[in-house]
């Protein structure tokens, strides 16, 4: 099941790919203005593109049905807070979120002013990364299912977090090439590779025939970690006068996340949650 997730949530460092390739390019070549006009195209050819297989992904829909927005916020929440390994799994997909858009909204930033790199260099650097989190996400999915299960996987990959973000603030402008694309490799890997195998792990966790609702309910403390993450990072670096010194501030959501589940291990590793 890990790797199964695992393949399905590389779409999204693929963009994340393309994104580093381009949109540098394009800036230089067009300008910014240029560049965001540019993406809001693409964002349209994709609906225009996913349109023919609307049909068929929502056959199973039911359009008598009237959703209550009340009841699709609240009801996710209540479950998770329901479940104490729902929430141990809530708590470390927010700190997992804060890592990862911290790692892929300022990493441009980090190299091109702290390190002087030029842009389009600092685009295939953050593409590095997010390969490497294509990667990290299959590799992490396959390791779970054949050799060390979802909850130690996870502590395992906060681990490597943990290292590569204790790394950084000695970075400098004389910094080994080979090094620093090392350390933006692990960090890919880690900070953007955790998805598949958290989310199979909620789909384990879930009660029976509520995993869409548990997934929707920890994704919104996801989600919550993608909001609060790169505001935070930004405060720090401006505090610090470095972006390398706040990444290594990122040790501290690892460190709490593998604290979280090898406390918990127990239940992850013996809890299924009741039938419904």
Known sequence: MSLVFSIKQTGVPVGGMLAGLL???????????????????FCVVCALAVNPLRRELDDDRDPSSRPS??????????????QTPLRVLAAVSF???????????????????DL???????????????????????????ISDNWLGSGYMLIGVALLLFG????????????????????????????????GVYLAEVARQAPSGQAG????????????GVLCGPPL?????????????????????????????FISRKRWMVHRAPEA
Do not use: C, H
């Not at 203005?33 to 540019?38: C, K, T």
């Not at 970075?171 to 090392?182: G, N, R």
């Not at 609702?213 to 919550?224: E, I, W």
């Open 23 to 41: 949109v540098p390019s394009m800036e230089v070549l067009m300008g910014w203005q240029a560049a965001f006009g540019m993406v809001a195209i």
């Open 164 to 195: 590569g973000a204790a790394l950084v603030p000695a970075f400098d402008t004389q910094t080994s090439l080979i090094l620093l694309y090392v350390v933006f490799m692990l960090l890919g890997a880690t900070a953007i590779g955790w998805n």
């Open 213 to 224: 609702m548990a997934t929707g309910g920890t994704l919104g403390f996801t989600f919550l």
């Open 69 to 82: 927005l009340l009841n699709s916020l609240v009801e996710p929440v209540k479950l998770v807070m329901s």
């Open 233 to 261: 990072f930004g405060v720090a670096a401006a505090r610090f006068g470095s972006y390398g010194d706040a990444y290594g501030l990122l040790m501290i959501p690892a460190l709490i996340i593998a604290v979280l589940l």
């Open 116 to 142: 002087g790199w030029g842009l389009v260099a600092a685009g295939f650097a953050l593409t590095v990364a997010q390969a490497a989190g294509v990667g990290g996400r299959i590799l992490w999915g396959w």
């Open 95 to 113: 700190m997992f979120a804060i890592a990862q858009l911290s790692v892929t909204t300022y990493l441009v930033t980090f190299l091109y002013e």
